[in-house]
Structures are given as structure tokens and as C-alpha cells.
């Protein structure tokens, strides 16, 4: 009974042993967790910008710049086109995203000799494809002869990536 009652020592041997063993396990899990675990690649800034335009090289979104705040901002030829409705030139259109939120900005010019404007136009996004990506819509405004506005709208969807678009008055 004698011996049972007796505190067992523990040798430095053993606790060294034990802190080892602790360690290498610890190293396993971390090991393990890195290996599963598959981080955002950080994007490279684009220096021919001075720094302001970031690109995602692991993107397969090929017309999206990556703003320095996150935005990301649809980059394709196609888009900045000008197009025709009638006697409206609409060119350099620009597409952003943040937080999911959309906006398209482009100019409007009226080409004619009369007032023209005040109605709806459908504005359809596609990839390379042709396939639809969004179809939203937005509102022309009031232009005399000659004159210059902007069409501007906003969704609640990431199209940012798109590659062209058709305009089709409502």
C-alpha cells in the first residue's frame, strides 16, 4: 500500500519527451488545416496604372480590372463601343460593382435636329458567348438637338464581366 500512496516523480527525460510529442502533433494539425485550406491568391497591382488598378491573375474573368477598394470594373472593348438607337450615339459605357451593386454609366448623345428622349430603354449585358447575363433597364433623358447626357442605372446583381450589350428602346 505503501508504494500506491507514493508520488511518482516525473524525470526531466520524460517531460521533455512529453513537450515533444505535444509539439508534433500540434505541427500534424497545422500541417493538415494548411493543406485543406486553399487561401485567395493576392492580386497583382498593375503598375502601368500607377498602382490604382489591381488585377486578379487567377480570375478567369478576363473583362474585369479590380479597383484598389475593391471594385471591380468591366474592362471589355465591346462595351466602351459606340452604339446606335435611332438618332442616339451611346458610347463609353462603363460597368462597376461593389458590395453587388451594379452601375452603369454611359453617354448619350442626340445626333438629330429635333428634341428627343423621356422614355425607357432595355439594356441587354451578354458574355462572349451571346448568352444573356442581365437585362435591366434605364431611362433616357430629355436631349435637344446636338445635345449630350448620360444614361445611368443601377441592379443588385455582378455583371461586371460582361462582354457587349444591346440597347433596345421600351
Known sequence: MENLN???KLSPKKIIIGILVLLFIILVIVWVINLFHK??????VNSTTGGNVVVDQSSKEEYVSILSDGTRQNKSTKIKETKRLEVLEI?????????????VIAN?????????????????????????????????????????????TQATADFANSYDYEIIRK
Do not use: H
Open 39 to 44: 487561401p485567395k491568391s493576392k492580386p497583382a
Open 6 to 8: 507514493k508520488k511518482r
Open 91 to 103: 458610347s463609353n459605357m462603363n460597368i462597376t460593382t461593389k458590395d453587388n451593386l451594379s452601375t
Open 108 to 152: 448619350v448623345k442626340n445626333t438629330s435636329n429635333e428634341t428627343v428622349g423621356e422614355f425607357l430603354v432595355n439594356l441587354k449585358f451578354v458574355d462572349k458567348e451571346g448568352k444573356e447575363i442581365i437585362s435591366i433597364d434605364a431611362y433616357v433623358n430629355r436631349l435637344g438637338a446636338g445635345e449630350e447626357g448620360q444614361i445611368t
